[in-house]
């Protein structure tokens, strides 16, 4: 998968000042212990170490509490506050086989920390590479080998035309 860049609104950089930002987001829903189903946009964030779910989201009985020794920072590096806490339940993305064309839903266990972000989750990349996922930003989606099968889940619409958005990559196919 090659190096992209994309502009971000307010953001100045090689390409200028932009206009527009790109995001790669999925369709989800998060399945709690107790079958509490939580839906949720998940954004695919390849700079995030860990998952996050958005303070609140998640009904505090459903959390515990994480160590003082759990602290986030944005990429900026200003502090994403304390006293976070975890949760840990399944995530389920409705997509289609690519061979079948059936509509299949990929489930997968997840652990997030809560933190006071502005999406109601992002999925680090490090964690959808454990999934054995692939994403692909030029068509917008993200696809899943379960059981020998090819899983694909579709990036919801952002409602940018195409030219909103530069994508410098390092090699030819990122795909």
Same mark, same amino acid.
């Given at each position: 998968? $090659?190096?992209?860049? =994309?502009? *971000?609104? $307010?953001?100045? $950089?090689?390409?200028?000042?932009?206009?527009?930002? /790109? +995001?790669?987001?999925?369709?989800? +829903? &998060? *399945? &709690?212990?107790?079958? !509490?189903? *939580?839906? #949720?946009?998940?954004?695919?964030?390849?700079?995030?170490e860990?998952?996050? %779910?958005?303070? @609140?989201l998640?009904?505090? $009985?459903?959390?515990?509490? /994480?160590?003082?020794?759990?602290? =986030?920072?944005a990429?900026?590096?200003?502090?994403?506050?304390?006293?976070?806490?975890?949760?840990?339940?399944?995530?389920?993305? #409705? @997509?289609a086989?690519?061979? !079948?064309?059936?509509?299949?839903?990929?489930v997968?266990?997840? +652990?997030?920390?809560d933190?006071?972000?502005?999406?109601?989750?992002?999925?680090?990349?490090?964690?959808?590479?454990r999934?054995?996922?692939?994403?692909?930003? +030029?068509?917008?989606?993200?696809? =899943?080998? /379960?059981?020998?099968?090819?899983?694909? %889940?579709?990036g919801?619409?952002?409602?940018l035309?195409?030219?909103? /958005?530069?994508?410098?990559?390092?090699?030819?196919?990122?795909?």
């Open positions: 998968m $090659g190096l992209h860049a =994309f502009m *971000v609104k $307010g953001m100045k $950089g090689a390409g200028g000042e932009g206009e527009w930002h /790109c +995001r790669l987001a999925v369709k989800a +829903r &998060l *399945v &709690l212990r107790d079958g !509490t189903e *939580v839906p #949720v946009s998940a954004l695919v964030d390849t700079g995030s860990v998952n996050l %779910v958005r303070k @609140g998640i009904d505090k $009985g459903h959390t515990k509490a /994480c160590g003082p020794e759990v602290r =986030f920072c990429a900026n590096r200003q502090s994403m506050g304390k006293d976070h806490r975890q949760v840990s339940c399944d995530i389920v993305m #409705v @997509g086989s690519q061979d !079948t064309g059936v509509r299949t839903e990929v997968c266990p997840v +652990r997030a920390y933190a006071p972000i502005d999406v109601d989750m992002i999925l680090s990349y490090e964690w959808l590479a999934q054995n996922a692939q994403v692909y930003p +030029r068509r917008h989606g993200v696809a =899943f080998e /379960c059981q020998g099968h090819s899983i694909w %889940v579709p919801l619409p952002v409602g035309p195409a030219r909103s /958005c530069l994508l410098y990559t390092s090699d030819a196919a990122d795909e």
